[in-house]
């Protein structure tokens, strides 16, 4: 069964720092490119960052780009989110997901349970 | 980036009822248009990739067109199982943007 399982989310202070996991299993993890996609509460979807299936190409989104650094393990099928100089509107439900294809499509399929990032003091 | 907007942002519908959702984006991004949806508490599925392609899974009722700046979602016959947010989302150019959502609710 294919599965990707977030964790490391909790609360933190404004301008604090956390790293975000996201573990595969039953497919290749090291073929396919990968996404982080955001949720504030009771708020829509937020494309965050993606990784290619090498981790030699990255991008993200402006309001992440230079804080967030996307990066995989792809020895661990483990694919991270370090965060740094967070900001209350950083607050969400990160969700790691998976390309569907092998090829980079942008379509999001599988995603992950999810892991909550709160930024308060 | 490319703006996208649903309508309408929330719908009440019936068990059996034809519904239809819409996506707008803010310039041409020819197939390049998918449809997830989101229960509460729970992580967006996707329903429709690249227009019209149906994700497999999932049920027939389930349909999407449109190209260039104009989507539709349809579900031809509402399932209790249906009620929850949908989502459309760009994928023809980075930054990946979605739809605000539109809540599907029992009437």
């Known amino acids: 069964e294919v599965q990707l399982v977030e964790s490391g989310g909790g609360l933190v202070q404004p301008g604090g720092s956390l790293r975000l996991s996201c573990a595969a299993s039953?497919?290749?993890?090291?073929?396919?490119?990968m996404h982080w996609v955001r949720q504030g509460p009771g708020k829509g979807l937020v494309w965050v960052s993606h990784?290619?299936?090498?981790?030699?190409?990255?991008s993200y989104a402006d309001s992440v780009k230079g804080r967030f650094t996307i990066s995989r393990d792809n020895a661990k099928n483990t694919l991270y989110l370090q965060m740094n100089s967070l900001r209350a509107e950083d607050t969400a439900v990160y969700y790691c997901?998976?390309?569907?294809?092998?090829?980079?499509?942008?379509?999001?399929?599988?995603w992950g349970q999810g892991t909550l990032v709160t930024v308060s003091s | 980036d490319i703006q996208m907007t649903q309508s309408p942002s929330s719908l009440s519908a019936s068990v059996g009822d034809r519904v239809t959702i819409t996506c707008r984006a803010s310039?041409?991004?020819?197939?390049?248009l998918n449809w997830y949806q989101q229960k509460p508490g729970k992580a967006p599925k996707l329903l429709i990739y690249?227009?019209?392609s149906l994700q497999s899974g999932v049920p027939l009722r389930f349909s999407g067109s449109g190209s260039g700046t104009d989507f539709t979602l349809t579900i031809s016959s509402l399932q209790p199982e249906d009620f929850a947010t949908y989502y459309c989302?760009?994928?023809?150019?980075?930054?990946?943007?979605f739809g605000q959502g539109t809540k599907l609710e029992i009437k």
């Open positions: 997901a998976r390309d569907l294809w092998l090829q980079p499509t942008g379509w999001f399929d599988p």
């Open positions: 039953g497919f290749t993890f090291s073929s396919y490119w």
């Open positions: 990784i290619n299936s090498d981790g030699s190409s990255t």
């Open positions: 310039q041409s991004i020819g197939s390049s």
């Open positions: 690249a227009a019209s």
């Open positions: 989302q760009q994928s023809d150019s980075i930054p990946y943007t």
